[in-house]
């Protein structure tokens, strides 16, 4: 497979399809990979594929310094295509300004993550072209994705506070979350704003809990759930709870999954006539 | 002077502490994290790791603290002074790195004027430092001209002998008056003691560093090596000898606080002007600028080095930018 | 120990709007002991803080010769600068200071001085150049090039009409095109190009320019042509600060914590600095 991807990677690069790939490389140990651009055909062999294929490279879609580098070909799991969805939703990128490289995956951490064991995207839902053996989508029942709320669900009101106090006491706003996170992509973060100032840039209990539960909320409809954020907390927040939290009631409420089609309706930022909800209309 | 302790003294050793009427903070394990925390008893330490998550640094210099307090009345304010931080306190299983972090943030918080946040807490505080008995290969401490049993910073230094014991050093005076606070626990040292200590890997010739940074401020290297980078807090954060600050005032209608926070030169907002110009504009200039820091910049200002080599950073990095890598390839270029 | 960051309190004793933005503040010292053991130099500045909406960096407007007061100009532009603006006469306000280096006017004696500013960068250059006028035997012609967008957005009005009426200044006030007025009666044209036609003589002259990045970059190669050389010609510098102490670590360009050795520079200076401003 990884041979395929660098082939594909550099006829991409040789026909001036795109200007660059985003894609895995060799991490600094064997048990990390990390994001590498390639500009040139000759150095598709720094190419990898592997079971640390963690991250979510759309978030490279954002960033200035990566797209000065010009069109990219953007190497995606099935997870990160969803994200691709909501971004093309969002209208933050064009369709025609990527080339989606896809990538069919069984899984990537080491422990497995948990995305993956409930995961219906082993093949992209969106690609350009498709690398690796295509896998049926199979349909993962409502409960069992969900699955890792059940134990926080089970806590009363007032061990869930203490909880998230407890786990919010450790931030140290080093804002590595958002920064990560491929939807994240204001220009200003709103807690870089400060007329007003929303949200307090202190890294104390208030400003700790405005800001993790800002930050979930505005990515409730739209997280897809990657774990990214989760991943790179360097105080290890399990903010994959919150997220999931937040995608199970924009699911119940709205019914809606963000990321599975460009042809649905965004569940928050869509009107209708028969919202439930009073003060809309 | 010299002594030694068992691992059974802990117990007696801790308590003593909290007798005496010090503040432990030792290396505590929580789920995946091992942490430097407040610990009531020596059951709480953990000290199988190779390095804290969380460096020395907040001991000193907190996430967020007060730096003034003010009431408002009309046009009328009084002014109050922050009291109590400043907590007789032991660190203790620290690592030799974060211990030598402590004479190098000296440097910055007492050049011209002092700082009494940190001053205050540097004389209350007393480090006992554990030698590292392993590493991992993100660790360069011998790179920075340090080592896995250094003394520098620390007060007391322990060093594994066997399974169960570690030789005492004294490293200061007030290293000396607490093992003589706490004589009791300590016996005396054997002859020849088999000092169990890492090794580790010499990554780059720190010599060579600086001279190609005051040359190449304008390089390719730094876009290039940095084009990974998410410009977040993290490395900044971790680092025990990162040391920029953000102060804000936060207050009700009648009254506030004035507070110093952590802040990066990482994050784009760091610089930035209200009208908006920002000299460092690109993640490559503030990558540029973490380097140039810690290697070239505080060594001409403070003749000192701004970085001891933990490691941490490259380690909690969410895009595996790594440090030691980017001097050994400094070191590279310098050689071409 | 005392806390570096414990700020003075301060009175507003007067308050002139200068253009649309742009206001002074006359600040005294709460606490007359304090006033008394006060001491700066021109070119220093300071830590202006509402309490409760933040800190702020200033430079010290007024001159060191007037010993009873400080004077602040600020323009409206962020969070800081929006609070002092609703504050009135009556209200206090925090400071910390002074803080940095200062324009060298010992070393100008017996020369002649050239003062160049643009937009709201007068402030610095105000207290120099009163800091001079209120010692004007010991230097030789003073001349004052001023410009700001447009008429409106000139500040210190009123003393640009004193230092207009006075013969031993030679003032020359302009607008960007666009911005005059019927009743203008300065030059129309950008800083750098009225520089170039005012053309100072550069000998034994000092020059001091203070503005904008973009009208700095402009206005030194003017004055190398016209003969100044670069360490006689100096400016300031305008980092985002917060503490201005040589601690927080914002403000560098280089090995130089423009807090501490500057914000004042001399052109050769700045040469010798990476590009980082
Ligand atoms: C040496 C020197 C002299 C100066 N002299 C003058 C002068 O005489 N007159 C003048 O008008 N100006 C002067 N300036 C510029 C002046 O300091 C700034 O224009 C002013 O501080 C900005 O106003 P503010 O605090 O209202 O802006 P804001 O941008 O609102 O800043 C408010 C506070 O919040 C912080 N902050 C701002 N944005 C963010 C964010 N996104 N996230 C988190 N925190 C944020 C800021 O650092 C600041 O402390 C000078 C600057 C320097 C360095
Ligand atoms: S919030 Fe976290 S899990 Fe959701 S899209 Fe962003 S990084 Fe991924
Ligand atoms: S990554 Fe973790 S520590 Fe950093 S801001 Fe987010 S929640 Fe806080
Ligand atoms: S180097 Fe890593 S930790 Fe540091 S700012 Fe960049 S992405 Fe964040
Ligand atoms: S720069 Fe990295 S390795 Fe050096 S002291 Fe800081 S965290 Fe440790
Ligand atoms: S490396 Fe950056 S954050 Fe760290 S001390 Fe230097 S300027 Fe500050
Ligand atoms: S303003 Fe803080 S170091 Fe200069």
Redesign the pocket.
């Known amino acids: 497979m990884i041979e395929e991807l660098r082939k594909k990677a550099e006829e991409l690069l040789k026909n001036d399809t795109v200007k660059v790939v985003f894609g895995y490389g060799e991490g600094s140990v064997p048990e990390r990979t990390r994001p590498v651009f390639i500009t040139k055909p000759e150095d598709v062999n720094k190419l990898t594929w592997n079971k640390y294929c963690v991250y979510n490279l759309t978030t490279y879609l954002k960033r200035q310094e990566t797209r000065k580098l010009g069109k990219p070909a953007i190497i995606v799991k099935g997870c990160d295509a969803r994200t691709i969805i909501v971004l093309l939703k969002e209208c933050q990128i064009k369709r025609e300004d990527v080339y989606i490289l896809g990538v069919t995956c069984d899984g990537v951490g080491d422990p497995l993550a948990t995305k993956c064991e409930s995961c219906d995207v082993h093949t992209p839902r969106i690609y350009d072209d498709l690398v690796g053996e295509k896998k049926e989508n199979k349909e993962v029942p409502f409960e069992e994705r969900y699955a890792e709320l059940d134990e926080y669900e089970k806590l009363g009101e007032k061990e869930k506070w203490e909880f998230w106090q407890k786990q919010f006491s450790k931030c140290i706003k080093c804002y590595a979350c958002s920064n990560m996170c491929p939807l994240c992509f204001c220009d200003?973060c709103i807690?870089?704003?400060?007329?007003p100032q929303w949200i307090d840039?202190s890294a104390h209990a208030r400003g700790n809990l405005s800001w993790n539960v800002t930050r979930a909320y505005h990515l409730a409809g739209r997280c897809i759930n990657c774990e990214e954020c989760q991943r790179v907390c360097p105080v290890d927040i399990p903010l994959n709870l919150l997220n999931k939290k937040l995608a199970k009631e924009a699911e119940k409420n709205f019914d809606y999954r963000p990321g599975y089609s460009v042809d649905d309706e965004l569940a928050m930022s869509t009107y209708k006539e028969e919202d439930s909800q009073e003060f809309f209309k | 002077m010299e002594k030694l302790l068992n691992k059974n003294k802990f117990d007696t050793l801790i308590a003593g502490l909290k007798k005496q009427g010090y503040k432990t903070v030792a290396p505590k394990k929580d789920n995946r994290l091992v942490t430097l925390e407040e610990v009531q008893d020596a059951s709480e330490i953990s000290l199988d790791h190779v390095i804290t998550n969380n460096s020395i640094k907040e001991f000193f210099f907190p996430k967020t603290e007060k730096i003034l307090s003010y009431t408002l009345d009309k046009n009328k304010v009084e002014m109050e002074e922050p009291k109590g931080f400043a907590v007789k306190s032991v660190i203790f299983g620290t690592r030799p790195c974060d211990a030598f972090s402590l004479p190098v943030m000296d440097k910055v918080f007492n050049w011209d004027c002092s700082d009494k946040f940190w001053v205050e807490r540097r004389e209350a505080i007393t480090i006992v430092t554990i030698s590292c008995d392993k590493s991992d290969s993100y660790c360069f401490c011998t790179s920075v001209g340090l080592a896995p049993d250094a003394k520098q910073g620390s007060d007391v230094l322990l060093t594994k002998i066997s399974n169960d014991e570690y030789l005492v050093e004294t490293v200061t005076e007030k290293g000396e008056n607490l093992v003589k606070e706490m004589e009791s626990v300590f016996s005396d040292p054997p002859g020849t003691p088999d000092r169990q200590v890492a090794t580790v890997e010499e990554k780059f010739d720190l010599k060579k560093i600086k001279p190609w940074l005051d040359d190449n401020f304008e390089h390719d290297v730094w876009d290039e090596f940095s084009n990974k980078c998410i410009g977040c807090g993290a490395c900044t954060f971790v680092c025990p000898t990162c040391h920029c600050f953000?102060?804000?005032d936060e207050c009700t209608m009648t009254k506030g606080d004035r507070v110093k926070n952590w802040d990066g030169c990482q994050f784009t907002?760091f610089t930035?002007?209200?009208?908006g110009h920002n000299p460092r504009s690109t993640q490559g200039m503030r990558w540029r600028q973490r380097i140039m820091h810690k290697f070239k910049y505080y060594v001409e200002k403070f003749d000192s080095t701004l970085c001891v080599g933990c490691g941490r950073c490259s380690r909690v990095c969410p895009a595996d930018m790594n440090i030691s890598e980017m001097l050994e390839l400094i070191e590279t270029e310098a050689g071409k | 120990m005392d806390n570096i960051y414990r700020p003075y309190l301060m009175t507003i004793s007067d308050m002139t709007d200068e253009a649309p933005g742009?206001r002074t503040f006359r600040l005294n010292f709460s606490d007359e002991e304090e006033g008394k053991n006060f001491k700066f130099q021109t070119g220093q500045?300071g830590l202006y803080s509402v309490f409760g909406?933040?800190?702020?960096?200033?430079?010290i407007?007024s001159s060191p010769t007037r010993e009873d007061y400080i004077e602040?100009?600020?323009?409206?532009?962020?969070?800081?600068?929006?609070?002092?603006r609703e504050l009135n006469v009556g209200d206090t306000i925090g400071f910390r200071g002074p803080y940095?280096n200062v324009f060298p006017i010992d070393k100008w004696e017996g020369k002649n001085l050239v003062f160049v500013a643009g937009g709201?960068a007068l402030?610095?250059l105000r207290s120099v150049i009163w800091n001079c006028l209120d010692l004007r035997d010991k230097y030789k012609d003073v001349t004052i090039i001023y410009g700001a967008k447009t008429v409106d957005d000139l500040v210190y009005k009123n003393e640009l009409k004193e230092w207009e009426a006075r013969d031993d200044i030679n003032l020359v006030t302009t607008v960007d095109p666009g911005g005059e007025t019927p009743e203008w009666t300065g030059k129309v044209g950008f800083v750098p190009t009225v520089v170039e036609e005012a053309a100072p003589d550069s000998n034994d002259t000092i020059a001091i320019v203070c503005g904008p990045p973009i009208m700095i970059k402009f206005t030194l190669p003017v004055l190398e042509k016209l003969g100044f050389k670069h360490d006689k010609v100096y400016t300031?510098?305008?980092?985002?600060?917060?503490c201005g102490l040589g601690k927080c670590g914002r403000?560098n360009i280089g090995c130089t914590y423009?807090?501490k050795e500057?914000?004042v520079f001399t052109a050769e200076e700045i040469s010798k600095m990476p590009d980082e401003f």
């Open positions: 200003r807690v870089e704003k400060n007329q840039s | 953000d102060i804000v907002m930035m002007h209200t009208s | 742009v500045f909406a933040g800190e702020s960096t200033f430079c407007a602040c100009t600020f323009r409206e532009a962020g969070r800081v600068t929006k609070a002092l940095g709201i402030p610095p300031t510098l305008e980092n985002r600060m917060k403000c423009v807090c500057g914000p």
